[in-house]
């Protein structure tokens, strides 16, 4: 490794690694570095590299981690958080952007609260970067912002995103990928809750590929998510409308519109003044739950959506006298001329293209596509505890083995490398710990609607039995807080009543609560 930036002192000598090695470095309150800026400012880091951050203490912002720092695909650099029991992750607060992956690509930061960036919390102008664990809060512009030159692909997974944006173009999340220097690439965002808007819409995507998996989504000021192309007016040369096409994907999430928002819209897909997606758009077992009366729109169409391909999802809108809209078309004399890129007002780039089956609406609801199959409607999905947010369906819900376990793809248009049906849970109003989402568990052989089944997989007591001589789920379950399934533990299985397994032998769901891993400090 070499040391090219500024040293500061000799004493930073000791600190540098004389062989090609992975090195881990310290800091923190008494260590040789105190504050991240000043560590990206005095070292360079190499593939394989760990920076371990000292909890309990807040570090300045204005944090850069520049082209200098950047790891590999097979060896990624890691910045985290240095756990230790009883101490509350390490607070980066404040600057500009509070911490800002500057073309450093290959880069994992875990473990962090951020917040009071007066631009962004975290800035990403890089390609493979992820930020696992964070909490992310209270950002007065962008909570989340990807740039539109120089990045590439981005996970979000097992975070918080609250109170975060400002205005009508200040948003939770920004995400935007560069199509001429990383294309193919995905933005991946799972296991999340975002909530509670100050400003913006909570997911605003331009990237090229999103995958939107089991994420918790409540409170926008605007839209809950919004599914566009890239900025016509930032790109880099070479880019046009055409030479990618943008798709996205959202399976088993909870989407909540309130009555603070300002649109009506839980979703807006297609395009802006700025740039048109021209993509497929696939949504499959998610809760979409329109929380406020009067005019709300499930989907809003408008200045360039390609396709749109929905199965198994679950639309209410609980006021009384409610007609919610399922899929709105923004008509091309409601919107003004793009500023750029193809001009035309239309809200579908190539006339409309929608399928979709098993979905469940309102009696009352209007604008149900036609092109769908297999469509159910009622006046109550059936929730256990819609005031507490409670959305899984109940004993008798309409909802239950209703769903499409092979949901079709449209021949002129599917969507690619779909996820079929959703493996996971979303999270339940609250910060999943690393490893805690827990597995979708069907006890029968067919899905139900909507982003959730009957019963959380740590609901089940031992034995299962799924034979016609016994009934699917045993008498008393229990009222226990959900405990953490790990995505490497595997599914279940039908015991042998003859043959009863040791609890310490069990999985983790399987066995009592007090056996089970027990969560960490997550925040203060």
């Known amino acids: 490794m070499l040391l090219s930036k500024p040293l500061l002192g000799l004493g930073l000598l000791a600190a540098v690694p004389l062989s090609a090695a992975a090195a881990t470095y310290n800091v923190g309150p008494g260590r040789q570095y105190t504050q991240l800026t000043t560590f990206f400012n005095s070292v360079n880091l190499a593939p394989g590299d760990i920076v371990e951050v000292d909890g309990g203490t807040t570090y300045a912002g204005n944090i850069v981690v520049g082209d200098d720092d950047s790891g590999t695909a097979a060896s990624p650099v890691t910045i985290r958080w240095r756990r230790v029991a009883g101490v509350t992750r390490p607070v980066l607060s404040g600057g500009a952007h509070t911490i800002k992956f500057q073309q450093s690509n290959h880069i994992v930061f875990e473990g962090f609260e951020v917040t009071g960036g007066t631009s962004s919390c975290i800035f990403s102008e890089a390609?493979?970067?992820?930020?696992?664990?964070?909490?992310?809060?209270?950002?007065?512009?962008?909570?989340?912002?990807?740039?539109?030159?120089?990045?590439?692909?981005?996970?979000?997974?097992?975070?918080?995103?609250?109170?975060?944006?400002?205005?009508?173009?200040?948003?939770?999340?920004?995400?935007?990928?560069d199509?001429?220097?990383?294309?193919?690439?995905?933005?991946?965002?799972r296991y999340n809750?975002?909530?509670?808007?100050?400003?913006?819409?909570?997911?605003?995507v331009r990237h090229q590929r999103a995958e939107i998996h089991y994420?918790?989504?409540?409170?926008?000021?605007l839209h809950e998510v919004e599914l566009i192309g890239p900025d016509c007016e930032t790109q880099k040369a070479g880019w046009n409308a055409d030479l990618r096409r943008e798709d996205a994907e959202l399976v088993g999430n909870v989407i909540i519109h309130r009555s603070t928002s300002r649109s009506g819209n839980a979703l807006r897909i297609g395009g802006d003044l700025n740039g048109r997606n021209q993509g497929r758009t696939r949504l499959v077992n998610n809760t979409i739950l329109l929380d406020r009366s009067?005019?709300?729109?499930?989907?809003?169409?408008?200045?360039?959506?390609?396709?749109?391909?929905?199965?198994?999802?679950?639309?209410?809108?609980?006021?009384?006298?409610s007609a919610p809209a399922i899929v709105r078309e923004n008509p091309a004399s409601n919107v003004d001329t793009p500023y750029c890129g193809p001009q035309s007002r239309e809200p579908w780039s190539d006339g409309r293209k929608v399928s979709g089956s098993n979905n469940w609406v309102q009696t009352a609801a209007t604008l149900v596509p036609g092109e769908w199959s297999g469509t159910?409607?009622?006046?109550?999905?059936?929730f256990v505890d819609l005031a507490q947010r409670n959305l899984r369906p109940r004993a008798g819900s309409p909802l239950l083995n209703a769903g499409n376990n092979t949901p079709p793809a449209p021949g002129a248009f599917p969507f690619p490398s779909p996820?079929?049906?959703?493996?996971?849970?979303?999270?339940?109003?609250?910060?999943?710990?690393?490893?805690?989402?827990?597995?979708?568990?069907?006890?029968?052989?067919?899905?139900?609607?909507?982003?959730?089944?009957?019963?959380?997989?740590?609901?089940?007591?031992?034995?299962?039995?799924?034979?016609?001589?016994?009934?699917?789920?045993?008498?008393?379950l229990p009222g226990?807080?959900?405990?953490?399934?790990?995505?490497?533990?595997?599914?279940?299985?039908?015991?042998?009543?003859?043959?009863?397994?040791?609890?310490?032998?069990?999985?983790?769901?399987?066995?009592?609560?007090?056996?089970?891993?027990?969560?960490?400090?997550?925040?203060?």
């Not at 120089?150 to 990928?177: C, K, P, V, W």
């Not at 809750?193 to 605003?204: E, K």
């Not at 597995?439 to 899905?447: D, F, P, V």
Request: glycine content about 8%.
């Open 480 to 524: 226990s807080a959900a405990q953490p399934v790990t995505a490497s533990q595997p599914a279940v299985a039908t015991p042998d009543a003859t043959a009863p397994t040791p609890a310490r032998d069990r999985p983790r769901w399987r066995q009592s609560p007090a056996a089970r891993y027990r969560r960490g400090v997550i925040r203060p």
């Open 193 to 204: 809750y975002v909530h509670s808007a100050t400003g913006g819409v909570l997911v605003r």
């Open 215 to 221: 994420n918790w989504i409540e409170g926008s000021d």
């Open 179 to 189: 199509e001429v220097t990383y294309p193919d690439t995905v933005f991946r965002m």
């Open 127 to 177: 390609h493979n970067a992820t930020v696992r664990d964070a909490y992310v809060h209270d950002c007065p512009s962008h909570g989340i912002l990807a740039a539109d030159q120089n990045s590439g692909s981005f996970t979000l997974e097992y975070s918080e995103i609250a109170r975060s944006g400002q205005g009508d173009r200040r948003h939770a999340l920004y995400i935007q990928s």
């Open 376 to 382: 159910l409607r009622g006046t109550d999905p059936m």
């Open 419 to 476: 996820q079929l049906l959703p493996a996971f849970d979303p999270p339940v109003r609250t910060k999943l710990a690393i490893g805690d989402a827990h597995a979708r568990l069907s006890l029968e052989g067919r899905i139900d609607v909507g982003a959730f089944e009957q019963f959380d997989i740590d609901q089940v007591s031992d034995p299962i039995r799924v034979n016609g001589a016994h009934p699917l789920i045993p008498g008393g």
């Open 294 to 321: 009067g005019s709300a729109n499930a989907v809003l169409v408008q200045l360039g959506q390609g396709s749109l391909e929905m199965h198994n999802n679950v639309v209410y809108q609980p006021a009384s006298g």
